[in-house]
């Protein structure tokens, strides 16, 4: 009988999170502010996020955001596109708003709040005392008394103790009356987290899922292959959400019809569906299959067949850096900064790594024993067996402070992406990152990010002139110039009334610029899009501008195709057209070669109408004008890999070898090289 409450225990720790997320102003107005929202919601006025609720008696009320992630994490509020609305749960303290009702939540959802009751149950005590208590009895590592106080502030504000002198905190009646009613978790409940099961069985993946892993396992090279790519899936429930996105796709779907599942399905809205997407290929789950027609890949399917959700963590590990490396890293109860920091050594920063950790602990690998630690279940250590794990990591001893992409030739393509990227979003959402003044840090990194591309860019700053001045020419040989303003907020958003049209007009002027772009981590409303439509301002993304880059080193894009950015109102439409295309044209040429490759010695010398009867029923499904463009590239004297045999009063039909590409590939690589260290 003790067991089966100490494992109920184990259940209930495992549930609830460590902390109260924070309320700004007075603990004495917490309770009454927290009712005052919860009638707002009843009366549908929570439609504005960025607004301030209006409240009778405090003056400064934060914005409706602040405040969600309290009424959320109390299961009093859902978030429905930016709309609040009353759960069950925030209509029964609606109808009832007492202070025990708001207790009795908060130690449903949060560790060590009910438990510091017990201590003082036969005794008056001050808050250094039951810090010391809750740390030596929970082996908790607080370097402080914040945690202690938050709880016990709350238990304060809702009369559950109260103040008898000599900084000594007692119980109240009602706090006599708590502990009683609650079902409290003990210390005990710790060694259950250290003891010895049996060994587990770990079932086998699918067939498509096993030999990716066999893959990764015989050529460890193809660790290098495994991404960092940023991770994002609606929460909570992140794998039930991916698990349904993807069962959507089992099928093809066209862009379109997939956004629009996504945001209706989790009343996301369009920027934030689109964010989605990036991941959903980097993990290997989402392929395109046709011009912006999407499809589950085939380890999607299989682990959307099995539904197990092991086989979802075998597959992003396969495709994303120090997934089962994070298990391995927990195998021992470890400080989650050890870990990010082990984390950095496979190109992963701290957010990144705290998603994974999201994915592993729904999936039972890894558990939190305490807080702000980690450490692998039995599960886990016996899943991240069957693993083929990269281990041998080398340490970068060259780490600099800045990204110049011009001076830093001896660090690897990727990598100075990687840091470009992630000091472009960290700057975008910190003023003063990085330890310089205000903006100027987000400013550097969008110069270099274009310098990145092959602009010209720089960074002027300073007050009476722009951000960045970016110049390059045209296909006709004429120079061009851009002004970027760069817009760094902690908020992350730039409305309209962070903007001004003068200033922008007096730097366009005076450094005769042709266009003009605001840069920053997301805008919001449509009065500053209406309003940059207007005065053709392009508003561009840090996203947008991350993936622009990505896509223009990996697609060769010239200036001139990148320059579409600044266009407005159509120019990132066309600039994704022109991606798409070239994206498509990539896979038509490697399913080409390929295909000439395991045909040619049976069938003989092939032509374009040939690999069109040949490949209709692929998945990529190339047009006829299509593959004729594709022999046209390959056929080049610059490249030449395909050598013309029978010409043929129809083109279609002419025949063609493919031959000597080895030496093609060398032939390239040595003239890239050639380049590249002439600049």
Request: net charge negative; charged share 25%; with cysteine.
């Amino acid at each position: 009988m003790l067991d089966e409450k100490l494992e109920q225990q184990k259940i209930e720790w495992k549930r609830k999170r460590w902390a109260i997320p924070n309320i700004k102003g007075s603990k004495k107005s917490w309770y009454y502010l927290v009712k005052e929202l919860i009638k707002l919601v009843a009366d549908n006025l929570a439609t504005d996020l960025d607004s301030h609720p209006y409240i009778d008696g405090i003056t400064d009320t934060d914005t409706w955001r602040s405040y969600t992630t309290f009424l959320k994490t109390m299961g009093l509020v859902s978030n429905r596109a930016g709309i609040l609305s009353l759960t069950e749960i925030g209509y029964q303290f609606y109808v009832n708003p007492s202070k025990r009702y708001l207790a009795d939540l908060i130690q449903d959802k949060i560790r060590l709040f009910g438990e510091i009751l017990i201590l003082l149950d036969k005794s008056a005590q001050r808050i250094e005392d039951i810090d010391q208590q809750l740390c030596e009895a929970f082996d908790l590592d607080w370097s402080n008394l914040s945690n202690t106080r938050s709880r016990m502030d709350w238990l304060e504000v809702l009369e559950l103790i109260e103040d008898v002198g000599n900084r000594k905190w007692a119980l109240t009646i009602e706090g006599e009356s708590a502990l009683n009613d609650w079902s409290l978790i003990t210390a005990d409940v710790l060694n259950l987290f250290d003891s010895n099961p049996n060994k587990i069985a770990i079932p086998n993946p699918p067939k498509e899922i096993a030999w990716l892993l066999q893959s990764l396992s015989e050529n460890p090279e193809n660790h290098k292959k495994r991404n960092t790519y940023n991770l994002w899936i609606p929460s909570p429930n992140r794998i039930n959400n991916l698990r349904t996105i993807i069962q959507f796709a089992l099928e093809r779907v066209s862009r379109k019809e997939f956004f629009t599942f996504i945001e209706t399905e989790f009343n996301l809205k369009t920027s934030s569906a689109e964010s989605i997407l990036p991941f959903l290929r980097a993990s290997g789950l989402l392929e395109e299959v046709g011009r912006n027609i999407y499809m589950a890949t085939a380890v999607g399917k299989a682990w959307c067949e099995t539904e197990n959700d092991l086989d979802l963590i075998r597959i992003l590990h396969c495709h994303i850096q120090f997934v089962g490396e994070l298990i391995q890293a927990a195998e021992q109860d470890s400080v989650r900064n050890d870990i990010y920091i082990q984390a950095q050594k496979y190109g992963m920063n701290r957010e990144k790594t705290r998603w994974i950790t999201g994915f592993l602990l729904e999936a039972g690998l890894l558990e939190e024993p305490r807080y702000l630690h980690l450490k692998a279940t039995p599960l886990g250590r016996e899943f991240v067996s069957t693993l083929p794990l990269n281990l041998y990591i080398e340490e970068d001893t060259n780490v600099i402070p800045e990204v110049k992409v011009k001076k830093v030739k001896q660090q690897s393509e990727q990598g100075i992406e990687e840091e470009l990227f992630t000091r472009l979003g960290a700057s975008s959402n910190d003023p003063m990152a990085f330890g310089k003044k205000s903006g100027v840090a987000f400013e550097e990194c969008i110069a270099d990010i274009f310098c990145y591309m092959g602009f010209d860019a720089k960074r002027i700053g300073g007050s009476g002139d722009t951000d960045v001045v970016i110049r390059w020419k045209d296909n006709n040989g004429i120079s061009m110039t851009a002004i970027v303003d760069g817009k760094s907020k902690s908020s992350g958003t730039v409305s309209h009334s962070d903007i001004s049209d003068v200033a922008i007009d007096t730097h366009k002027e005076k450094n005769n610029a042709e266009y003009v772009a605001i840069v920053a981590a997301s805008f919001s409303g449509d009065t500053i899009r209406n309003h940059a439509k207007k005065k053709k301002f392009a508003l561009i993304t840090v996203t947008e501008l991350i993936e622009l880059a990505r896509n223009a080193h990996s697609l060769g894009l010239s200036l001139e195709e990148i320059s579409y950015v600044f266009q407005v109102p159509n120019g990132m439409q066309k600039l994704y057209d022109i991606i798409e295309s070239k994206k498509r044209q990539m896979e038509i040429i490697t399913l080409v070669v390929s295909q000439f490759r395991q045909e040619q010695d049976q069938l003989g010398n092939l032509s374009a109408r040939d690999l069109y009867l040949l490949l209709r029923a692929t998945t990529i499904s190339p047009t006829l004008d299509e593959l004729m463009e594709v022999f046209h590239i390959l056929s080049k004297e610059e490249i030449g890999i395909l050598t013309l045999i029978t010409t043929s009063s129809t083109p279609e039909n002419a025949t063609y070898m493919l031959a000597h590409t080895k030496n093609v590939i060398n032939r390239l690589r040595a003239t890239i090289s050639a380049i590249e260290k002439g600049l």
